[in-house]
């Protein structure tokens, strides 16, 4: 979601223009899953405690450390940071191993210190012995159940794909129970033919099951990837779109795949959603391979993802299933770390009293505009649509797949009616206590909230997928006095050596806690974000800057202490809410016939909180 009036840089993301989002990869499940095909990487497994290739990389290399050094291997821990320092800087580029982080560096790895095929593959059916499949495997085969996934690849030796596949359909009951096609590395054919008779779904395996002894593990053996096996998968991306799971393109001979798959016509009709964790950005390979598919003109997405099972909870939340499918996955459902628990009662103490950044909502919006599609819509294309027409607006797209939006109506139905969407006179209520609260909704909301209130004096919106704030634009306005006193004299400037732009901010979101709707605010320090796919010579300097800041940032809020920051915190509080009398926020102010302008009530009081009164217990 976004708004027309916002800049390319406040609305820049992490990596650059490709940051998806996993809520929004759930509604395209939902709407195109059966034109998506996925590829599992190690990370898909590693829930399952099967190693990632991270990790094999480093038992290689201790493994060939203690043999170099004569050392008992169980008595060497890698674990300990500076264990595992000396063992990688012993093969940095250095005693028959590539650098650190180079595509080459498991194969040659595993090679170095299992030089056999036949140790090879036993090494990997010992790991993958006694796995069994994840909540993410059985996601899988609900997808593959209700019809919204056709083809699986995997890099993986293991079998929990199918092992999940067989075992959920089973269970489930489902019937006419999927005839599940799974080729090997040596069965292309099989892959092949089922690709061409449209027998689904299929489970192909690029380096081989754990059973084989043709596993290609090493760097001789992935330069000569199977060349039917390559072709299967490029004839696969003429049809589907491409989810990628767990996998970090060290591949070449795969990278090269995926790459040339660009030059067909029509390939990845669906798109590329390629997921990472978010502290784990793509490699090299991948960014490049994401440009060159926006280059072509496909639609490509980074998604951050902290793994595989929160993947496969966003997607179940946002695709309809049946019911049977349903209660098999709810079955399987990791149990959650975090519980909701009932707050302690009873009574406090009047001190010391603790100030809570949460703001009370008073009143929110009540409805929204449905729109009409012709024929399905990419929700991507239509934000850009109403961006490039500076439209006044807000659309979403609901897990059920309906189109919803906000704003100024003429300007919606011109900028839509090229997609073949068109705005309706039927409008929907949004019903703010119930249970669950669909996240097109709340983010509709959020981002409207967020542009209601980047239109005070001397502020502007940052609508950004990492997170949206409100930050100086204006230092020189004369209502930031309170701020830029709390704040060291100081709102905004360059960040020192760099070409970056900072200013001071505050974060922004809402949550319902004990049945009340809250406006977070947290504040922040915006930094600009780089505009554009840089060069390669840019990549550098890049990143050299965002350390830079990064480190910026650090020491200006280091000092920051308890008073400090309840100052900060203040004025920001006065700022957003002219005073502390409740303040009516319009997301555009527009006229009463030009559409629906979404309309918030926040009050000045933030929440606060006592300790409880411990009495005696009786002896």
């Known amino acids: 979601m976004s708004d027309a009036s916002a800049s390319p840089s406040d609305l820049a993301g992490t990596p650059g223009e490709f940051l998806g989002d996993v809520n929004q990869l759930a509604r395209v499940v939902d709407v195109q899953g059966a034109q998506l095909a996925w590829f599992l990487g190690a990370g898909a497994s590693a829930m399952s405690d099967i190693p990632t290739a991270g990790a094999l990389i480093l038992r290689f290399k201790q493994e060939l450390y203690c043999a170099a050094h004569q050392l008992d291997v169980q008595d060497i821990n890698p674990g300990d940071p500076r264990t595992r320092a000396l063992i990688e800087g012993y093969f940095d580029g250095r005693n028959g191993l590539p650098p650190l982080g180079d595509p080459e560096e498991y194969s040659v790895a595993f090679e170095t210190a299992y030089p056999s095929p036949d140790l090879r593959a036993d090494l990997i059916a010992d790991l993958c012995r006694g796995r069994g499949p994840n909540y993410g495997h059985y996601l899988l085969a609900a997808l593959m159940a209700a019809g919204r996934l056709h083809v699986v690849f995997s890099t993986n030796f293991d079998d929990l794909v199918e092992a999940g596949a067989h075992s959920l359909f089973e269970l489930a009951g489902v019937t006419p129970r999927p005839s599940l096609a799974v080729a090997g590395l040596g069965e292309p054919e099989l892959a092949s033919r089922a690709l061409q008779k449209s027998s689904f779904p299929l489970v192909a395996k690029l380096h081989g099951d754990f059973r084989s002894v043709r596993l290609k593990n090493s760097v001789a053996e992935l330069a000569v990837q199977d060349v039917e096996m390559r072709h299967v998968l490029r004839s696969a991306l003429g049809r589907f779109g491409l989810v990628v799971a767990g996998y970090s393109g060290r591949d070449r001979s795969v990278m090269e795949v995926l790459t040339d798959a660009l030059d067909d016509k029509g390939s990845f009709p669906a798109g590329i959603y390629w997921c990472h964790r978010p502290n784990d950005p793509p490699g090299q390979e991948v960014t490049d391979f994401l440009t060159a598919a926006r280059t072509a003109g496909r639609t490509a997405f980074a998604v951050p993802v902290d793994n595989f ?67 399905p819509c990419d929700l991507a294309e239509a934000q850009q649509a109403i961006r490039a027409g500076r439209v006044r607006g807000l659309i979403a797209r609901r897990s059920g797949g309906q189109l919803i939006a906000v704003g100024h109506e003429a300007q919606l139905s011109e900028a839509l009616r090229p997609l073949g969407v068109s705005v309706t006179n039927r409008t929907e209520t949004l019903n703010w206590d119930t249970e669950i609260l669909d996240p097109a909704d709340h983010g509709l909301a959020l981002d409207a909230l967020t542009l209601g209130l980047g239109r005070t004096d001397g502020l502007r919106h940052v609508l950004a997928r990492r997170g949206h704030q409100v930050r100086v634009a204006d230092a020189k306005s004369s209502s930031l006095a309170r701020l830029k006193s709390a704040c060291g004299g100081t709102l905004s400037g360059t960040v020192p050596k760099t070409s970056l732009h900072w200013a001071e901010a505050v974060g922004l979101n809402i949550e319902r806690r004990q049945g009340v709707w809250w406006l977070l605010v947290v504040p922040e320090i915006w930094i600009s974000p780089p505009r554009g796919v840089p060069s390669p010579e840019d990549r550098a300097v890049r990143r050299a800057e965002q350390l830079t800041s990064g480190a910026f940032v650090q020491k200006r ?26 303040r009516e926020i319009k997301t555009w102010n527009l006229g009463p016939t030009e559409g629906l302008d979404p309309i918030f009530e926040v009050d000045g009081h933030t929440a606060f909180s006592r300790p409880l009164q411990v009495t005696a217990q009786p002896s």
């Open 557 to 582: 809020r280091a000092t920051r202490y308890n008073r400090d920051a309840n100052a900060i915190l203040d004025a920001w509080v006065r700022l957003l809410c002219t005073g502390l009398a409740p």
């Open 309 to 375: 099972i929160e993947l496969a909870g966003a997607i179940e939340r946002g695709v309809r299933l049946p019911e049977n499918l349903r209660r098999c996955l709810a079955d399987r459902r990791p149990t959650p770390v975090l519980t909701t628990a009932p707050l302690p009662t009873g009574p406090t103490r009047p001190y010391p009293i603790l100030r809570l950044n949460a703001l009370p909502l008073t009143r929110l919006p009540n409805e929204v505009r449905t729109l009409q599609e012709q024929s």
